[in-house]
């Protein structure tokens, strides 16, 4: 999932097209989220890759717990919350059907 899929497409007086920006905003807390603890350095689009099998899905992951911020990296020891899958495309669905 592309996090620019739903994004619209503008053209300025020049006829030159730019993309909307897209503010998605943090999943809500579930009861099926997943926690994880990191025990070495990780990276979001790996972690997304493994839980999501799609490592585009990475800033999901960075949004949910406050990281990636210039980066993909996770230091160790880090507690995040990996968002359901499932719960992520509806929350998404819902926020951009609502505009």
């Keep these: 999932m592309n996090r ?3 994004a619209r497409i503008i053209k300025n007086p020049d006829l030159k097209r730019y993309l909307t920006t ?11 989220d997943i926690y994880i603890q990191t025990t070495t350095q990780d990276r ?6 493994i839980f999501y099998e799609d490592e585009s899905m990475w800033w999901i ?3 949910a717990n406050g990281l990636g911020k210039g980066t993909y990296v996770v230091p160790p020891n880090t507690r995040l919350r990996i968002p359901n899958k ?4 509806q929350n998404i669905i819902d926020t951009n059907n609502e505009r």
């Design 4 to 6: 620019y899929s739903t």
């Design 22 to 32: 897209v503010i998605i905003p943090a999943q809500p807390l579930e009861s099926d």
């Design 44 to 49: 979001l689009d790996r972690l997304a890759y």
């Design 61 to 63: 992951i960075a949004i």
């Design 86 to 89: 499932l719960n992520i495309q």
